[in-house]
């Protein structure tokens, strides 16, 4: 896909800690597709992005055809996050992947229950790291269909 043509899919991540937000960028602006990364500081400053709220409220925010979430951060976690937007009729088809630390067994069942798309455990190693993060841009960005915002 050359450059000029390719398409420009938005992710929302919301992830309380710069340094994974910088190296997300990072892995992002070194893949294949082109990608408008959006970084919310954690699930409150994510519902203000998608419903255009606080610090969020004169910028353009398109809405976002995947959103990565923690799940552990201050003011409102994870699972607090993805129980609101998918009560949200207007949010609730926009997938959401964990991107975690946690790899405890009752934190994946719960995401899952509670409507998220998939489950990465954030790996340690910065090389690991970024291959997983062109593996999900690969996975979500080019291969499945998405939902459009109707």
């Known amino acids: 896909m050359n450059e000029g043509s390719a398409k420009i899919c938005t992710v929302l991540l919301v992830e309380d800690v710069p340094a994974d937000a910088h190296l997300t960028r990072a892995a992002f602006e070194e893949g294949d597709m082109r990608v408008d990364l959006r970084h919310a500081e954690d699930g409150r400053d994510g519902l203000d992005y998608l419903r255009r709220l606080g610090r969020w409220r004169d910028r353009d925010c398109p809405r976002p055809h995947l959103i990565l979430l923690d799940l552990n951060m201050p003011r409102m976690d994870g699972r607090e996050f993805l129980a609101e937007i998918k009560r949200d009729p207007e949010l609730a088809t926009i997938p959401v992947v964990m991107l975690t630390t946690s790899d405890v067994q009752r934190d994946v069942m719960a995401s899952y229950r509670n409507g998220a798309a ?21 996975y979500w960005l080019s291969l499945v269909a998405l939902p459009q915002a109707e």
């Not at 954030?122 to 291959?131: A, G, L, Y």
């Open 118 to 138: 998939g489950y990465v455990v954030k790996p340690v190693e910065m090389t690991q790291f970024i291959d997983a993060i062109r593996s999900l841009e690969k």
